[in-house]
Nanobody, 125 residues
Framework: QVQLVESGGGLVQAGGSLRLACAASGRSIIANAVGWFRQAPGKERDFVAAIDYGGTSTHADSVKGRFTISRDNRKNTVYLQMNGLKPEDTAVYYC???????????????????WGQGTQVTVSS
């Protein structure tokens, strides 16, 4: 069983930066793809970014050039660096882990087996 805990959310002005962290415990996630999703009030949970166990990443068009996902396998942690934040980035951000060695598009919530509790990101205009 994998437990995930997000941290690093907060309140920031438009144009600012935040770095979210997703720390895994219980088992190593070195062989797991990990993704970030976000959900704004009244909206569906949307894909943000994912990184597979080989280190290949993918980002949603809405965040390309602004957000970067990375992983540190020694720390069993995945990061989401968010630059150039906009008010429309305001949401609860969730990290999720797929099962070991799973391969797929990584952009759909149903591809993930483990989820964190989420961290709030609020961007003021």
């Amino acid at each position: 069983q994998v437990q995930l805990v997000e941290s690093g959310g907060g309140l920031v002005q438009a144009g600012g930066s935040l770095r979210l962290a997703c720390a895994a415990s219980g088992r190593s996630i070195i062989a797991n793809a990990v993704g970030w999703f976000r959900q704004a009030p009244g909206k569906e949970r949307d894909f943000v970014a994912a990184i597979d166990y080989g280190g290949t990443s993918t980002h949603a068009d809405s965040v390309k050039g602004r957000f970067t996902i990375s992983r540190d396998n020694r720390k069993n942690t995945v990061y989401l660096q968010m630059n150039g934040l906009k008010p429309e980035d305001t949401a609860v951000y969730y990290c999720a882990s797929a099962r070991e060695t799973y391969t797929g598009t990584y952009s759909r919530a149903r591809e993930y087996d483990y989820w964190g509790q989420g961290t709030q990101v609020t961007v003021s205009s």
